[in-house]
């Protein structure tokens, strides 16, 4: 026993208010240092593909136009056929160069930890071909001083028509694929046990975790925390437990099991009412928000009864005449006692500021929605993560934890958890069965019926 | 197993009314009919013959035949499986007087099952 514990022990205190603690001072610098490495990367990848696209581009057109330039009094004149082919390439390449705006010039809408397999693989593609036809060209046509300028021209279009192509394989690749449904994907919160299905094709497992990332924010209800625990008055009294020491057993090491077990076992053993608590704390609270809500519900309707749109003919002098700011402003008074202390009750305030309810107002009066839409349905239920102001609760940073390659494709049975500071994503595959679905003719005169009998004959 | 059938064989002899052979009693049931509504019935699918009413002072009663009875067999034919109305012409066959029936009757079964439990 050591009677100087008093001095030896260290403890703890919470920082205050202005002072950063260590922790906090490690997870900026680690913030900073991971949005730093990720822009790096992020562009060096979109520049890699912006550069190979522009040669790409450029090749047809270098293609036809060095022969003119370096020994164009050799060449054959070409007429018609090559103003045909002059004017098809023109089109070819402003068709490709839609087509790619449309597909890939994008804003990213997420950083994937690793590299898009089917992108890389595409951009090998596109930058073996074009090496491949400036090798033939460099060898067959600059070296000899081919005079066939219309062969020239074709070699070109030829390679405007294999650009096409793969601009159609990566149509295919990276957009049709996957819009078959081929998984269902469960996603359940780890904190409070909210889940959805969604229906996904072929992706990868990180593509299927933005994927799930851009439905939670709509689909899911608004992670609350302080929603989670359990009234302090049904926990305390779980607090005492019983104490096990062992006499006379200086060995003691192997029965640390067994004591715990008996601990277990003797305090399930105990009476224990605290479930009785629990239910009664529930009812109250049950209670409690329907009376506030019903207050709120009344005091919302008797509020938008004060105010009416202006009317093309009413005659009002200018001095009475609102926009909706001041409308909302207005009607906010009366109904402001209500829904404070209705938001208390549901522990929704610090999702709600004064100035995002007088907004929400706003948008309410400016589109004449009835009371029982505005004001109050947006409070009653904990609504999706996005309705709410972007920067307090939109994080953008997710870990995606698994144990298979996240380039790897979905297969069934596949386990990806995406992780948050406070809670964690937990996303399972299952295949869609494979349906089989068999034929039967129904021959619309077969419908045919009879009345149920019950004859009796005598005899 | 088992099973013990407790049957009673009545022999009726056909009365002559007019231009027609008569048994004096009803039927009901067959393969075509709904079973549900039998009310003599123990088992709501069993979709046999059931005699449904019996003449008084015809010939049915004389033989012994009582309402509730399951017909099982007419002459030798079976019963159980026919539909109404083939039931009714095995037993109005025109060139028969006498029908020979094998009938079935919870009374009987139960009297049965009384004196082998005493």
């Known amino acids: ?459 | 197993l088992f099973l013990v059938s407790f049957q009673q064989r009545i022999e009726i002899h056909k009365l002559r009314q007019g231009d027609n052979l008569i048994l004096g009693f009803s039927i009901g049931g067959g393969i075509d009919q709904d079973p549900t509504q039998n009310p003599f019935s123990e088992d709501k699918t069993d979709k046999g013959i059931y005699v449904t009413r019996v003449t008084e002072g015809g010939p049915a009663e004389v033989a012994g035949l009582q309402i509730g009875d399951k017909i099982m067999q007419v002459n030798g034919w079976d019963m159980t499986m026919v539909t109404h109305d083939q039931a009714r012409k095995r037993l109005t066959k025109r060139n028969e007087e006498v029908v020979r029936l094998l009938v079935t009757r919870q009374s009987l079964q139960k009297a049965v099952q009384q004196s082998m439990m005493s």
């Open chain 1, 1 to 459: 026993q050591d009677d100087n514990w008093g001095e030896t022990t260290t403890v703890v205190t919470g920082t205050s208010e202005h002072s950063i603690s260590h922790d906090d001072i490690t997870r900026i610098t680690k913030d900073m240092e991971d949005s730093a490495h990720l822009d790096c990367s992020r562009h060096l990848g979109v520049s890699l593909a912006g550069a190979l696209a522009l040669l790409a581009f450029l090749t047809p057109l270098a293609f036809m136009l060095l022969p003119q330039l370096l020994w164009r009094e050799e060449l054959e004149p070409c007429g018609t056929p090559c103003e045909g082919l002059f004017i098809s390439v023109a089109f070819k390449l402003l068709i490709l160069l839609l087509g790619s705006w449309a597909l890939f010039f994008r804003r990213p809408k997420a950083f994937f930890p690793r590299v898009f397999v089917f992108r890389a693989l595409l951009m090998v593609l596109v930058f073996l071909l074009v090496v491949s036809y400036w090798l033939f060209y460099g060898v067959r046509i600059l070296d000899s001083r081919d005079r066939n300028y219309q062969g020239v021209v074709q070699y070109a279009v030829s390679l405007v028509d294999a650009l096409l192509f793969v601009h159609y394989l990566a149509v295919v690749l990276l957009e049709l694929r996957q819009l078959q449904p081929q998984f269902t994907l469960k996603a359940v919160r780890s904190a409070d046990g909210a889940s959805r299905f969604y229906n996904v094709g072929h992706l990868s497992i990180q593509r299927a975790a933005v994927w799930i990332l851009e439905n939670y924010y709509h689909d899911f209800p608004v992670y609350n925390p302080a929603l989670l625990n359990l009234p302090k008055s049904v926990l305390s009294k779980k607090m005492s437990g019983f104490k096990v020491y062992s006499l006379g057993e200086e060995n003691s090491t192997n029965n640390s099991t067994g004591q715990s077990r008996a601990v277990i076992a003797a305090a399930a053993r105990r009476r224990d009412n605290s479930h009785n608590e629990y239910y009664y704390e529930e009812a109250e609270h049950e209670r409690r928000v329907r009376k506030r809500r019903a207050r709120l519900v009344v005091a919302v309707e008797e509020a938008f009864t004060h105010i009416k749109r202006l009317q093309e003919d009413d005659q009002k002098n200018p001095r009475e005449i609102m926009d909706p700011r001041e409308a909302a402003q207005a009607i906010f008074a009366s109904m402001a006692r209500a829904m404070q202390k209705y938001l208390r009750t549901t522990k929704q305030q610090p999702y709600h500021t004064m100035e995002s309810i007088l907004q929400h107002l706003e948008f309410c009066i400016t589109h004449d929605m009835t009371p029982k839409v505005r004001g109050v349905m947006r409070y009653l239920t904990a609504g999706p993560t996005i309705q709410y102001h972007k920067d307090r609760w939109l994080a953008k940073q997710w870990t995606l934890v698994s144990e298979e390659p996240v380039t790897n494709g979905l297969k069934d049975g596949v386990v990806f958890v995406l992780k948050r500071q406070d809670f964690s994503l937990v996303v399972s595959t299952k295949k869609i069965p494979f349906f089989k679905l068999s034929e039967e003719f129904v021959d619309p005169k077969s419908h045919k019926f009879v009345m149920r009998l019950q004859s009796e004959t005598s005899v």
